[in-house]
């Protein structure tokens, strides 16, 4: 039988109202239940945004994750798994409580999450302090594998400065020189602008203005309106989820995308597409996927991920994918057994994954060394153009690990 379990959030309302004790939670029980257990179940807790503008991502990764593990009969490393999850609403003032109460009152053995940079910079510093063992399968906070890495981190996704650096060289080549960039007031929008920034001025672009919103706010118009006086070459940006639907559609509503292109980060249009329609047609982005790469892991991903949930797999089904696949490759190296750490990690840290997105292995910080690909809207799909930058690094400033 598979249960899921569920905490409820523990927003600063339930706990200011004393109802976060009352939580429901329903018990785990493993994906799949021998008649007799050789050993207990390795308990996931999965903390993700299952609400909000970041909801379908954190859906997406949930189902890669547990695609992988039905995959492998409910087994990761001959351990059953089993289940606890908590909506974590991408609100950092909640990451910190939601965090120690997975590894604390849930026991879970490792932690998957999350999307949004400062919820996951919060379970950083919880999972450095309790040593429990976090693959964070979206968010891009440089620091994660920069200043506060450490050896029971791994990432299966992306550094926000690899995610966007190699834009900056492609666009400077295209022969664009004055950019307008538009982002979320928050790290992940603050570091992946500055990615792109320091390789397109490097290049000879010039940046002529900085436009923000706070995350997650979609009032674009006034911003939108800006653009068009500035009448730059092209516009860079960075909106995920929700919050990059009503963007796009707002840039193509307003026109401007008839006569100012619209770049970004791969996010604005990966899981969005089908929502976006015709107003995301012809944007360039760059990322570490496309939907056409017609490498075999990448088709056999994609069916499997339609027949488990009829719909059409993403970066982030991808992300979490990798993240089981990851951990399976630890405990594989040790027979299952979780307290043979060092062991465990360093079998995870010399991982080569076949993954959908390419050859994935990780740099001594656990951040994923992976091809970054130029891609357009073409025919509703996110369309590989060319690879951008083959085997992209992040220089993993500030980690000791290296
Ligand atoms: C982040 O906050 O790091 C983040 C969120 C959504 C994305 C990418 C990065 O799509």
């Known amino acids: 039988m598979t249960t899921k379990g569920f905490l409820r959030p523990l927003t600063r309302r339930a706990m200011l109202s004393g109802t976060a004790g009352a939580a429901t939670f329903i018990a785990t029980s493993p994906l799949h239940s021998p008649a007799i257990a050789q050993n207990a179940p390795l308990k996931v807790g999965m903390m993700l945004p299952y609400t909000g503008t970041y909801a379908k991502l954190g859906q997406f990764i949930d189902d890669g994750f547990r695609l992988y593990v039905e995959q492998k ?22 990451a910190t409580d939601n965090m120690n109460r997975l590894v604390g009152r849930e026991k879970a053995d490792v932690v998957i999450g999350t999307v949004h ?6 379970m950083v510093k919880v999972a450095r302090d309790t040593k429990t063992l976090l693959i964070i399968p979206n968010a891009g906070a440089n620091d994660a594998t920069g200043p506060a890495c450490a050896p029971n981190i791994f990432r299966t996704s992306f550094s926000n400065w690899q995610s966007t650096y190699p834009m900056g060289k492609v666009m400077a080549d295209a022969g664009i020189k004055n950019v307008v960039t538009i982002t979320w007031r928050y790290t992940a929008g603050a570091e992946m602008i500055g990615a792109f ?7 000879g672009g010039k940046i002529v203005a900085d436009l923000t919103v706070p995350f997650p706010e979609v009032e674009f118009q006034a911003l939108i309106t800006q653009i068009a006086q500035l009448k730059p070459d092209a516009v860079f940006s960075f909106f995920a ?4 639907v009503k963007f796009v559609k707002d840039y193509a509503a307003a026109g401007l995308n008839k006569t100012i292109p619209l770049y970004g980060a791969g996010f604005l249009t990966d899981g969005t597409i089908e929502a976006q329609g015709e107003a995301a047609k012809g944007i360039r982005t760059t990322l570490h996927y496309a939907d056409n790469l017609d490498n075999p892991a990448n088709l056999a991903f994609l069916k499997a991920f339609k ?4 719909k059409d797999g993403d970066i982030y089904a991808v992300q979490g994918y990798d993240g089981a696949a990851l951990l399976d490759i630890g405990l594989t190296a040790v027979g299952g057994d979780f307290n043979a750490r060092d062991k465990m990690i360093a079998a995870m840290g010399a991982a080569k994954i076949d993954s959908p997105r390419g050859p994935l292995s990780f740099n001594k910080a656990h951040n994923p060394i992976q091809n970054i690909y130029l891609r357009e809207v073409r025919n509703g799909r996110n369309e590989m153009i060319s690879v951008a930058q083959a085997a992209v690094d992040d220089p993993a400033r500030g980690c000791k690990m290296t």
Not at 117 to 122: F, I, Q, Y
Not at 241 to 244: K, R, S
Not at 307 to 310: L, P, S
């Open 241 to 244: 989820g929700g919050g990059a």
């Open 73 to 94: 009969g409910g087994k990761l490393g001959g351990r059953d798994i089993a289940f606890v999850q908590v909506d974590d609403e991408s609100k950092p003032e909640a």
């Open 307 to 310: 027949a488990k949930t009829g």
């Open 117 to 122: 940079s400062g919820v996951a910079m919060a």
């Open 197 to 203: 920034a320091e390789n397109f001025t490097k290049n």
